[in-house]
T-cell receptor, first 115, second 116 residues
Framework: DAGVIQSPRHEVTEMGQEVTLRCKPI?????LFWYRQTMMRGLELLIY????????DSGMPEDRFSAKMPNASFSTLKIQPSEPRDSAVYFC?????????????FGPGTRLLVL | AQKITQTQPGMFVQEKEAVTLDCTYD???????LFWYKQPSSGEMIFLIY??????QNATEGRYSLNFQKARKSTNLVISASQLGDSAMYFC?????????????FGAGTRLFVKA
């Protein structure tokens, strides 16, 4: 079975540009999570969805960040406009989303560099 | 308040020896889940092992086992017979809540170095 798929794997952009990160969760998983990892702040949960509905977006840094999950097999994280401090590795993870099946499986991550 | 604490920023272990990575957590929930993940230098996050709060036996997965002490709110990861490939960052995590997708909080991690 395919794991969590993220694209692109690497993104280099200039400050002010829009960045869109994409994620395809594992088929059948009901929950999807977006994380950001930096050396300074570690692994931070940005937002998570359950059954395509955003449950908790308290980790989203500011209005420049937005996330959508239009269907069970696709999610996007958008940064507009991007800033150098957004440079990080962004992970998407999915889980079955039920008690006893809450283990999250991570995608390979998108390494974002904003110049 | 920090809910997952990993007090060891870095650890060294000799190849073939066992090593214990510490993790304490803070929650008022009766039902929760505890996880360990491995992140090698290549960057991917690899799920290792899970312990449910109601599990009476310590979880084991191959060379990985948990020393789960519920009263002390600790869940230490034991890696037996360390291998060079075990050199990586290890994260402890806790699932909060019982419904709605299960938000998970991660600790700061412990970097393990396995010496030949």
């Amino acid at each position: 079975d395919a794991g969590v798929i993220q694209s692109p794997r690497h993104e280099v952009t200039e400050m002010g540009q829009e960045v869109t990160l994409r994620c395809k969760p594992i088929s059948g998983h009901n929950s999807l999570f977006w994380y950001r990892q930096t050396m300074m702040r570690g692994l931070e949960l940005l937002i998570y969805f359950n059954n395509n509905v955003p449950i908790d977006d308290s980790g989203m840094p500011e209005d420049r960040f937005s996330a959508k999950m239009p269907n069970a097999s696709f999610s996007t994280l958008k940064i507009q406009p991007s800033e150098p401090r957004d440079s990080a590795v962004y992970f998407c993870a999915s889980s079955p989303g039920v008690l006893g099946g809450e283990t999250q499986y991570f995608g390979p991550g998108t390494r974002l560099l904003v110049l | 308040a920090q809910k997952i604490t990993q007090t060891q920023p870095g650890m060294f272990v000799q190849e073939k020896e066992a090593v214990t990575l510490d993790c304490t957590y803070d929650t008022s929930d009766q039902s929760y889940g505890l996880f360990w993940y491995k992140q090698p230098s290549s960057g991917e996050m690899i799920f290792l092992i899970y312990q449910g709060s109601y599990d009476e036996q310590n979880a084991t997965e191959g060379r990985y086992s948990l020393n789960f002490q519920k009263a002390r709110k600790s869940t230490n990861l034991v890696i037996s017979a360390s291998q060079l490939g075990d050199s990586a960052m290890y994260f402890c995590a806790m699932r909060e809540g019982n419904t709605g997708g299960f938000k998970t909080i991660f600790g700061a991690g412990t970097r393990l170095f396995v010496k030949a």
